[in-house]
């Protein structure tokens, strides 16, 4: 593989103390190729690296200011430890022994999975961070980690593993070569076009398509920035998607549209023939709410031209049918001959020669299932959303401590207000943040986090991701504030100071205190265990690149071309072919197909779903994007629905459902159908400000107060965050 490393000037000067160096941006996973100009200990300001090997067109102001997160008067700036109702600075040292000395208590007395975890969505986009985070906890020997995957990506997971052996079996997008998009579940125009893979400036790139001829359908229950550049929206009902999808897959095989070498290759595509067939058209169209001549339109349309792909993405995955939403477009891909070919999905190896047989390796199946609801754990982890009642459930493995790192379970998550009753109930409760939000309320300790501009990562474990094959190492382009410790490092002397081994490696423990020692009588502090001992390892190890290539090039390579027929090669099934039918799927759907089509409860008429923003992400940058609008404490409604409501545009809401209630603001707007109402996602988490004591800041409302923490798809443990059954009332006539 030719291997082209790019050039780059380190350290151009800019003015006398100003200096400009490359990383990339770590908020969203766009990853772009930022220029950060600094000044001493003060981020000047953030530019897209407009030379970077990869990209850096998706750049937006959320990137543009990530100094204001850096520099905000409320981050956390040293470890600070609850003392009544006040919060006291503490050094690291101190820190560390209170809670080293606070867990070995709770596990001598309770047992390891008295200890758990949850990693969010910063978190989880950390190689570091989840590795030490992993780390910590296979040392003490807990099985109870929670991920934010859960609350978002865990069914394409699932899908993955079953359909082809891994559960990071990542396909790209062609789109150039591609003459039909169908987006489910997705508004690219706001999200960018990535949720697993990433197509840099994807979305820009398939209007330009449309342009010259291509066809893109989106598949939305309302109106969205993505939806209106269409050439067809597809209005479903929300949770639905799977029957749409099983309705396409009918009319293929019925017209003979499939491709039939692809489906011959592959396993089990005989058993979804005789699915579909046995489908009635009639019964999937009472499901989803699209028309029979829309779905044999649709399926047309996608099967019938040169190249085209399906993706689908957190629309789909977020309910209770997510994994069978997932699978199934999988399976269209699949049967129309969309799979490893050119204007289709493709997969290229990243970095390491066979990324997913090193993943499988590296990160061996949990037999344990849940306490709770007896759940699989999916990445190592189970849903959060039965964290809070394996936190309030009396028995055997009750968890009594929870360490909370890059995440906001309490907005994330679902039944807001039962998470926080239950972490008022935990022994420990350790949030590290680069704030003290929502989730960390109750938190008896809070520790500073690093910003990611202060800290050097890489996705070079995960980089099938990318579009191209692609590596870079990304640097820390400023010191940390105030000395604030890297999570890795917390998470290592927590183990250390537990005397639990680390990695769950034996005698590991003791080549780090020595590296520590070595490091210190030489000075080298390169020569103290740290991420990049790992990293190197699995690079040297398992990688088609060197180690050296990808740390001497700080704006990243690209280590080969785009390249179609290495999916197939790289599967990991037993028989190394494409499952099309796993059992626990087709089960699952035919336990749906017997259910009758689900209907409004009269207390409850509408289904609530959400849009994000381009200012936000999740529940942060509220407090630091200066180009951020309100949009937290709005409910979309149809004109129609409205009337019947007696609900006026901008008139005060209770939207409540059989979980809890929230209060709104009616938007009045065509942009939904009847029976669906919108209301964004991550708002109404407050900033506290342990520091100054100033009181808690808060915009818009948690809508995920709504959402039951039960009726959880039950191949990914994720709960209904899009479709809950929710009704409206004006606060007037409720008060009346
Ligand atoms: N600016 C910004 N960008 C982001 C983020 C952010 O918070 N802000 N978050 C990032 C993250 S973590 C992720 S995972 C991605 C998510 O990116 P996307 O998956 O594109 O997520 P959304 O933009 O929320 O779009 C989901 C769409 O699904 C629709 N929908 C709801 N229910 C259903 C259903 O049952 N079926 C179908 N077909 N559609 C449904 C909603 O109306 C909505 O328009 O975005 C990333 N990008
Ligand atoms: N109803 C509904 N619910 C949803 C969704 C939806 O579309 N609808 N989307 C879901 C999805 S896709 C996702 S990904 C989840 C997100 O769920 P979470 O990851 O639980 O929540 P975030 O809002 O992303 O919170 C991120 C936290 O990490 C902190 N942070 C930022 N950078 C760092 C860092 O470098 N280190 C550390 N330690 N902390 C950092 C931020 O200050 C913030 O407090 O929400 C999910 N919830
Ligand atoms: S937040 Fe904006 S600048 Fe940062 S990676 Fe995402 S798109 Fe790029
Ligand atoms: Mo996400």
């Known amino acids: ?49 407009k030379t970077s090997p990869r990209d850096w067109r998706e750049f937006c102001s959320k990137g543009g200011n990530a100094g204001n997160t850096r520099d905000h008067p409320k981050r956390l700036k040293t470890p600070m430890k609850r003392v009544g109702n006040k919060y006291v600075p503490a050094t690291y040292e101190e820190a560390i022994k209170d809670i080293a000395g606070r867990l070995t208590k709770i596990k001598e007395k309770h047992g390891p999975h008295a ?82 893979n990433f197509s840099v400036n994807g979305w820009k790139r398939v209007l330009e398509a449309q342009e010259k001829g291509a066809d893109l359908i989106v598949v939305d229950p309302r109106q969205t920035l993505s939806t209106k550049k269409a050439n067809t929206h597809v209005v479903i009902r929300p ?12 009319t293929i095989f019925a017209n003979g549209w499939q491709h039939q070498q692809d489906c011959d290759e592959a396993n089990g595509v005989e058993a979804i023939k005789a699915l579909a067939e046995a489908a009635s058209l009639d019964d999937l169209t009472a499901r989803c709410g699209v028309t029979i001549e829309q779905i044999v339109d649709v399926a047309g349309r996608f099967a019938t031209v040169e190249g085209s792909f399906c993706v689908s993405q957190t629309g789909v995955a977020h309910n209770r049918n997510g994994t069978l939403g997932e699978w199934l477009a999988n399976v269209l891909n699949l049967i129309c001959g969309r799979m490893d070919r050119k204007g289709g999905r493709y997969y290229q190896p990243g970095t390491l020669k066979n990324t997913m047989k090193t993943i499988n390796r590296m990160s061996p199946p949990v037999e344990r299932r849940s306490r ?18 394996e936190i309030a459930t009396i028995g055997q493995d009750q968890i009594k401590a929870l360490i909370i790192n890059g995440g906001n379970p309490v907005i994330s998550g679902p039944d807001g207000q039962q998470l926080d009753e239950a972490l008022q109930q935990l022994d420990l409760l350790v949030g590290i943040d680069l704030f003290q939000r929502e989730s960390h309320r109750h938190a008896h300790w809070l520790i500073p986090a690093t910003h990611f501009l202060e800290r050097e990562d890489t996705l070079a474990l995960y980089s099938v991701m990318y579009e191209i094959p692609f590596v870079q190492l990304g640097r820390s382009v400023i010191k940390p504030l105030n000395d604030i410790e890297p999570d890795w490092r917390f ?59 990808i740390s001497n090039n700080p704006q990243g390579v690209v280590i080969g071309e785009k390249e179609y027929g290495h999916f197939r090669p790289s599967l990991q099934t037993p028989d190394g072919k494409i499952q099309a039918a796993p059992e626990e799927f087709v089960r699952l759907l035919n336990s749906r197909l017997q259910e009758a089509p689900t209907t409004a409860a009269p207390d409850y008429p509408f289904q609530l779903i959400n849009q994000r923003r381009k200012s936000m992400m999740n529940s942060w940058l509220v407090e630091s994007n200066y180009h951020r609008k309100d949009f937290g404490e709005f409910v979309d409604i149809n004109p129609e629905d409205a009337a019947r409501k007696q609900i006026e545009d901008g008139q005060k809401v209770v939207v409540s459902s059989a979980t809890n209630q929230v209060e709104a ?28 004591n100033e009181e808690p800041e808060v915009r818009g409302v948690n809508r995920n107060r709504l959402v039951a923490s039960d009726r959880l798809d039950e191949l990914s443990g994720c709960p209904n965050l899009n479709g809950t059954w929710v009704d409206l009332q004006p606060v007037a006539s409720q008060s009346a």
């Open 1 to 49: 593989m030719a291997t082209k490393a790019m050039v780059e000037g380190p350290r151009s000067k800019v003015a006398q103390d100003q200096q400009t160096n490359k990383t990339y941006c770590r908020i969203c996973a766009v990853w772009c190729g930022i220029d950060v100009t600094t000044d001493g200990n003060k981020i000047i300001k953030v530019e897209p690296d």
């Open 115 to 196: 200890i758990a975890t949850y990693l969010g969505n910063p978190g989880g986009s950390s190689m570091t961070s989840s590795m030490f985070q992993n780390g910590f906890m296979a040392g003490v020997g807990s099985a109870n980690k929670y991920f934010v995957g859960s609350v978002d990506q865990n069914n394409f997971s699932v899908v993955a593993e079953e359909m082809y052996g891994c559960e990071l079996a990542i396909t790209n997008l062609d789109i150039e070569n591609s003459r039909c998009f169908l987006l489910i579940g997705m508004n690219p125009a706001v999200s960018k076009l990535g949720w697993q």
């Open 239 to 250: 949770g639905e998607d799977w029957a749409f999808l099983l309705g396409m897959i009918k």
């Open 372 to 389: 709770i609801g007896g759940y699989k754990a999916v990445s190592g982890a189970y849903p959060l959303a039965t964290l809070a009642d």
């Open 491 to 549: 998470f290592l002397n927590l183990a250390l100071a537990m005397k639990v081994p680390f990695m769950g490696i034996r005698g590991l423990n003791t080549v780090i205190k020595v590296s520590r020692w070595v490091s210190r009588i030489t000075g080298n502090e390169t020569y103290a265990f740290n991420p990049r001992w790992i990293w190197a390892t699995i690079v040297t190890l398992f990688g088609r690149v060197k180690w050296s290539t």
């Open 665 to 692: 603001m009616a938007q009045v707007t065509d942009e939904v159908p009847t029976g669906i109402v919108s209301m964004d996602h991550g708002w109404g988490s407050r900033l506290f400000d342990p520091q100054g």
